[in-house]
């Protein structure tokens, strides 16, 4: 099964790398294909440009072989819907399983996602969680909730044997770490040390990225 991570990755962090290591080993991923978005739907454009955060991310996984970079977001026109994302992968990979990965925040808004029913019927989702942290059903519209009442699965185990449509809400380790603080450090001269890799921050001070 491979795991499908996008983000705009501007820059890409260890909020990012880590959890996506917690999933990869619970469900025992083949590998997880991180898509840095080419043109956010539902924010303002990041202020690197593709190039720049296609190469913070290669950095940023270059030692983790099952960490793999996918730029098709950032070579196709247009806003990058994950739908079409999607559709692509499954076109690519159609001999094997995929499933979509994303963090709580996000599947709480889910339903305002471009044909997001169309996702959840055709590719196993993966919520990214804090452990012990509750779920927060009352953000979902009547549609969601229903489709995680029907399709929830508490076992990774029967997630990964299963078809879509399933949900499987997995607890990863939650860094309190964004891009919004970090280029905040870079724009005021402050070390953004330990909260991304070294190699990236070395990329960032290097094209003085966030100054």
């Known amino acids: ?54 190469q913070m991310l290669q950095l940023a996984i270059a030692n983790q072989p099952q960490f793999v970079f996918d730029d098709r977001e950032l070579t196709r026109s247009g806003k990058s819907y994950m739908v079409d994302t999607l559709h692509s992968l499954q076109q690519e990979f159609a001999a094997t399983d995929l499933c979509l990965i994303v963090g709580i925040d996000a599947f709480n808004e889910f339903d305002s996602w471009k044909d997001w029913q169309s996702i959840v019927n055709t590719t196993r989702l993966v919520v990214a969680h804090r452990p012990n942290y509750p779920v927060h059903e009352q953000c979902w519209k009547p549609a969601l909730s229903d489709y995680v009442e029907r399709h929830r699965h508490t076992d990774a185990t029967q997630f990964r044997a299963g078809t879509a449509p399933a949900v499987f809400f997995c607890p990863v380790t939650q860094l309190e770490i964004s891009s919004t603080r970090i280029r905040e450090l870079c724009s005021t001269g402050l070390d953004a040390a330990y909260l991304l890799p070294a190699s990236v921050i070395d990329y960032i001070r290097q094209h003085k990225l966030y100054s």
């Open 1 to 54: 099964m491979i795991g499908i991570y996008g983000g705009t990755f501007d820059p890409v962090h260890f909020g990012h790398l880590r959890p996506a290591l917690d999933v990869l080993q619970v469900l025992q991923l083949d590998q997880i294909r991180f898509i840095p978005c080419g043109l956010p739907p539902h924010r303002q454009p990041p202020l690197a440009a593709a190039k720049q955060r296609a």
